[in-house]
């Protein structure tokens, strides 16, 4: 069965806005490679867009920075499935819009054969650990304290231990920590 | 010059206790041999401990009466010299013990120059907070628990200024943990 991937980054205080954490050229090429090895990625609305409004166009028009351009063929690539109850129609070729609830479509989603599904957005990061449907969580954790913004873990309801199974470290300071769910 | 370090141990959601005070069940998770081993180094570079008033009670409570498993920690956190930092207390009766009513930067600023070893703070977050927003902390050694808890209190407040750090090490415990060092870059 797939496996369900929350990839995202935060801040050392914990906030995940996308701004916050230090986008260079080995983040970009992790990323890249993240998406690469993917089967598809489910967002929600709001990283959607975020993503929409800026990458496909450096697919048309690209910077000539190389890890950029990587990243947004593979992030145009990847199929994408969006959770949204306001879009009624995407632009975005390789995106589609999720007919079932979030549980059963992600649940179909694993059963289907492909390499794995990522997800990265944080309200679908924490409506999925409250329904222990995540199988790894590879969190970034940048070095940065920025005092305010979009806390990443909000509304857990239970308490939830993972196991740590590596870490990777950049050279900009950046860490991910790559878990597992563990006991509780 | 000596520095100032502060150690926490933090949960993934950013809490450094549960939402009661000396709530820290979660420590559990990432205690074992590297970690103690890890504080035993850490205690024996130690010139002095800096507390705020809440954390240096439960501490003293703690530590003055603790038997067994960790007699080595017993031992440091009862002998190691320590300042207090608090406007509200007029003695303190833990051994070896100083207490700071004002002018606290001043007064961390000469440690550095005298010691040889560096400052820690452990705990302490009222006081932290001051420290942080003064850049007086050179170093932040956190280890990331492995756990998400829901709630509790935050080690870094909402509302501080933006702030870039330098990863000096990052140390994965058997256990889950992580331990992370930073230097802080606006000194």
Redesign the interface.
Known sequence: MRKLIAGINMT???FCDHTAGIADEELHQHYTELLRNSGAIIYGRITYQLMESYWPALVKNPTGDKSMDDFAVAIDNIPKIVFSKTLKKLEWKSATLATLDIKEEVCELKENPGKDILVGSRSLIVAL?NLNLIDECQ?C?H??????GL????N?????????L??K?FG????V?Y?AP?DK | MSKLIMWNVIT???YFEGEKNWELS?HE?VWGPELERFCLEQLNATSCLVFGRTTYEGMAAYWKTAQGENREIADFMNNLPKIVCSRTLNSVDWNNSTLIKENVAEEIAKLKAKSDKDLYVFGSANLSETLIKENLFDE?R?C?A?????KGR???P??????????IS?Q??PT???I?K?NATNH
């Open positions: 050392l205080d914990g650990m969190l954790v070095p940065v304290v920025i005092g305010n806390p990443l873990f909000q857990i309801n239970d308490r939830i231990v993972f196991k740590l590596k870490t470290t900009s300071g950046a860490v920590h878990y563990g | 993934l959601d950013g979660f998770i932040y956190i990331i492995p756990v998400i808890l829901g935050y080690l870094f909402k509302g501080l200024p933006e702030g870039k750090l330098s990863l990052s994965a415990l889950g943990g992580v992370l930073y």
